[in-house]
């Protein structure tokens, strides 16, 4: 209810590491910034595929309810993800897809983000593996709610040594490309 | 020094409880959407010198605990509804020789196999009757990450001090959700023991009531010797069908938790003092709850909230009271209608009572909650 409450959902498949990408966003806010923050999450009985969401509510209060109601940011990855979890975007909040993958948009006045998520973190940074943390950066560039310091803090406190580079890098990526991409 | 801070999962924090609790030892088999509850018992527990046993299935589990908690060890179990339903015979069997122990219940959809990625909450029932016959049952309900931690800790300080299992039961969003925990130091919770005899091993009896409706335990291997069995027994621990002594018996062991509701039952008033609409409510829903409640303020609605903790022994006392003043009652919750039959009872017809119910693996929104605080305004 508090005005400061702010919803993001991470949406795709199962398996490209959707869940983990909202923990660390939650992370950068609660421990890094200090903030209220709570994570959760919806999947299927699947081990990969299926549509898959993450959630993170980021409030400067205590948070009450733990899932979305009226999502200020959304990210889809699939086109069965945009078609399941878009319905409850707010008015004026910002939907970040693939742009190779999801070809349909829902209709409504949202700001649209498109950039070809997966694909730069294949070929730009080098493994598609770090495609959940090239769509954090591109979300924490687009909604602003944690600084981009806290969010790469919180990046690097979770990667084993041999890979900050190609995470700080996939972070990093990700931010600009969507900041180019929102114009 | 700063407290320490983590963004923890409810699950993980369940399992740090019970490793602040003292508890040492954990058997289990691995079940959605408890499953992290035993991966972090199986990495921590032998740093502290405990034990982890992934057993051939649940009803093992739970015999292990017994066994482990027979010795004097701390012992914990996790699991979901599949699971939980398996867990009760052997829970009987914990309730009639008193054997401490915390068994968490992570609620998943149901019946059988149902929806083990989705939230549920309609294993409160089965909680206080899944077992068969009379038996007194402590069933705690957390609601956040936090309260997970503190009420895995509070589930073992009951079950040590009454001698009785404990579930802890947090509905799978409460288990799965990730929030900012601040650890208590060592020492800033208490942490209770369970009552070791004063006698010498000779003259022990495990259900010597001359200590008291909770005789004390004596921990296998400490010399002391006795008889466990399933059977009613007598104060010597050894079988009996004396109509007086296994009457005597079982109205101990129910009373012994009854006589103590004013230690055990917990609860949380929000908004209540003049509120005409009251909504009852636990888990992640009372979180919904909350946000309606609050929603409902903001349009000058007078609409509160009284959060069930302790679910067994049920907030009897608090919710007649709330009779008196409410002109209505609320019960939402992730089932077809359970909690809402325990308010009605409490209430006795003096305040209609309304429940709004999904078994969906969708959580009740704030708003059909606060959709319903307007329509019985």
Redesign the interface.
Do not use: D, G
């Given at each position: 209810m508090s005005c400061s409450r702010y919803e993001i959902r991470f949406s795709g498949a199962g398996g490209q590491g959707l869940i983990l990408a909202g923990i660390i966003m939650g992370e950068a806010a609660a421990i890094f910034e200090g903030k209220q923050a709570v994570q959760s999450q919806s999947y299927g009985p699947e081990a990969r595929g299926g549509a898959s969401k993450s959630e993170v509510i980021i409030s400067d209060e205590p948070i009450d309810f733990p899932k979305a109601t009226s999502v200020d940011a959304l990210l889809a990855l699939t086109q069965q993800a945009c078609d399941k979890y878009s319905k409850d975007l707010k008015e004026g909040g910002i939907l970040l897809v693939d742009s190779d993958l999801v070809k349909k948009l829902p209709k409504g006045n949202f700001t649209v983000v498109r950039f070809p998520i997966i694909n730069t973190a294949k070929n730009e940074v080098g493994r598609t593996i770090v495609a959940n943390i090239v769509a954090l950066g591109a979300m924490v560039a687009l909604s602003g709610i944690v600084s981009r310091e806290s969010a790469l803090k919180a990046v690097l406190s979770r990667v084993p040594e041999a890979f900050v580079e190609l995470n700080r890098k996939a972070f990093e990526t990700g931010y600009n490309r969507a900041l180019e991409a929102r114009g | 020094m700063s407290k320490k801070?983590?963004?923890l999962q409810g699950n993980e924090a369940c399992a740090l409880g019970a490793l602040y609790a003292g508890c040492r030892f954990f058997a289990g088999y691995p079940i959605?959407p408890s499953t992290e509850v035993a991966e972090v018992m199986a990495k921590e527990l032998p740093k502290v010198g405990g034990a982890f046993i992934q057993m051939e299935d649940e009803i093992a589990a739970m015999a292990a605990v017994i066994g482990a908690s027979l010795t004097g060890i701390k012992s914990l179990t996790a699991t979901s509804g599949p699971g939980f339903s398996l867990k009760q015979e052997n829970l009987g069997y914990a309730c009639i020789t008193e054997v401490p122990c915390v068994i968490i219940n992570v609620m998943r959809g149901g019946p059988s196999t149902g929806m083990?990625?989705g939230p549920s909450q309609s294993d409160v029932m089965q909680a206080k009757w899944g077992t068969h016959g009379d038996h007194p049952a402590i069933c705690l309900v957390p609601a956040s990450v936090q309260e997970l931690f503190t009420e895995t800790v509070r589930a073992f300080n009951l079950a040590e001090k009454y001698r009785t299992p404990v579930t802890v039961m947090p509905d799978e969003?409460v288990g799965?959700?990730?929030?900012?925990i601040v650890f208590p130091e060592p020492g800033e919770l208490p942490v209770i023991n369970r009552t070791a005899p004063s006698v010498s091993p000779q003259s022990y009896q495990p259900y010597d009531t001359s200590f008291g409706d909770i005789p004390p335990l004596a921990a296998f291997g400490s010399g002391y010797r006795f008889h466990v069995t399933g059977l009613n027994k007598a104060q010597d621990g050894f079988p009996t069908t004396r109509a007086d002594i296994v009457q005597a018996e079982e109205e101990r062991q129910v009373r012994k938790i009854e006589n103590a509701v004013d230690d055990i039952v917990t609860y949380e008033e929000y908004l209540l003092d003049d509120a005409e609409v009251v909504v009852i409510a636990f888990g992640?829903i009372a979180?919904?709850a909350?946000?309606a409640v609050?929603?409902a303020r903001?349009n000058g609605i007078k609409a509160g909230l009284f959060r069930i903790i302790t679910y067994w022994p049920f907030p009897d006392r608090q919710i007649r009271a709330l009779a008196e003043r409410a002109k209505a009652v609320i019960v939402p919750e992730m089932n077809l209608g359970m909690t809402v039959h325990e308010v009605r009872r409490c209430v006795e017809g003096r305040v209609p009572v309304s429940g709004i119910f999904r078994v969906d693996g969708e959580?009740i929104?704030?708003?059909e909650i606060f959709a319903r605080i307007q329509e019985v305004r």
């Open positions: - | 801070v983590a963004f959605t083990p990625t969003i799965h959700m990730r929030e900012r992640s979180r919904s909350r946000y609050n929603a903001k959580p929104s704030p708003n």
